[in-house]
């Protein structure tokens, strides 16, 4: 296996098949990004969607409101988009102002368009192995595994972080009983004691906490696999500041026998899992 596993040659797979998919059964899917005012990692990621759409023939419009929106309003538009036919997919670009309440405005989102997975309907069809959408970021762990031919049966993953939208998500997913599950999952926070005894144990470890460059060889078991799920800017005295993951790659490059890049990792499959996402959502409006 290769010692870095960089997520790009991955996402060029990805992207090929959506495409042909998109092209065979001539359709055009259309992702809408509700993005509630600015913010410069928000767009970044947004207008990464929109080109990656254009590409491969995926629709993504991105519909900016302001950052004093009332929850009403909010629940309103969602409400159009919800019985817009020709809207297939929604996405509620985060974090969201403080006045705005969360939890009711993603349960207001159609479930057949929540292409992020966060209603309830789809987490709870995620936890009993329903068909339906697997959110981008632990699909996008799961795709690197298996297009690196990682074998979960068996092992021991420790993943570290207990988000909804990464840590529990990716759990139960490998907990699965197919190709992709069958390991024995540990789940660390910030209230595990002694982390490193854990650490140390994983055959794979993933690391999902929002903690620059915070694994280093002495937390990972030689022979480990690594993947990165952070993503963190950092200052840099030359370009101002870069992008660097939860683990310190350079770190646990020698001792671990592979490691996820970041940037090039995960982040960059996750793009492709979302815009996947939107034509499994496609596909259930149009059965
Ligand atoms: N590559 C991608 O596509 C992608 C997608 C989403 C997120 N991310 C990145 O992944 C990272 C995590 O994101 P998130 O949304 O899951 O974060 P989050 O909601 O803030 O959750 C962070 C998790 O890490 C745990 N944690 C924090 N500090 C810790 C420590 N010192 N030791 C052990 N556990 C600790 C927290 O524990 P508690 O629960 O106890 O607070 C929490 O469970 C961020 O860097 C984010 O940018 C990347």
């Known amino acids: 296996m290769e010692r870095r596993l960089s997520g790009k040659k991955v996402a060029k797979r990805i992207y090929n098949e959506i495409q042909k998919e998109i092209e065979k059964n001539n359709i055009k899917p259309k992702l809408v990004i509700l993005l509630i005012g600015k913010d410069p990692a928000a767009e970044y990621y947004v207008q990464n969607l929109e080109k990656k759409g254009s590409k491969i023939g995926i629709e993504v419009e991105t519909i900016i409101l302001p950052k004093t929106i009332e929850q009403k309003s909010l629940l309103s538009k969602i409400d159009e988009l919800n019985a817009n036919n020709e809207v297939n997919a929604i996405m509620l670009q985060k974090p969201l102002p403080s006045h705005l309440d969360e939890s009711e405005i993603v349960m207001h989102i159609k479930p057949q368009k929540d292409v992020d997975a966060f209603h309830p309907i789809n987490m709870g069809n995620l936890v009993l192995d329903k068909q339906g959408f697997i959110p981008a970021t632990p699909a996008a762990v799961l795709e690197l595994l298996s297009f690196y031919e990682v074998k979960t049966e068996g092992k021991h993953i420790v993943i570290v972080g207990r988000s909804d939208i990464v840590g529990k998500p990716l759990a139960n997913l490998l907990l699965r009983k197919n190709k992709t599950g069958n390991a024995t999952i540990t789940v660390c926070h910030s209230r595990t004691k002694d982390l490193c005894f854990h650490t140390k144990q994983a055959d794979i470890l993933i690391v999902a906490i ?28 030359e370009k101002g500041y870069r992008y660097v993951g939860d683990v310190d790659y350079e770190n646990c490059f020698e001792k671990s026998e592979a490691v996820t890049p970041v940037p090039g990792g ?18 259930l409006q149009n059965k």
Do not use: S
């Open 266 to 283: 995960v982040g960059t499959i996750t793009t492709a899992m979302l815009l996947k996402n939107v034509i499994i959502a496609y596909n």
């Open 210 to 237: 929002g903690k620059p460059l915070f694994i280093t060889n002495d937390m990972i078991n030689e022979n480990a696999i690594v993947i990165d799920v952070g993503v963190n800017q950092i200052e840099d005295a």
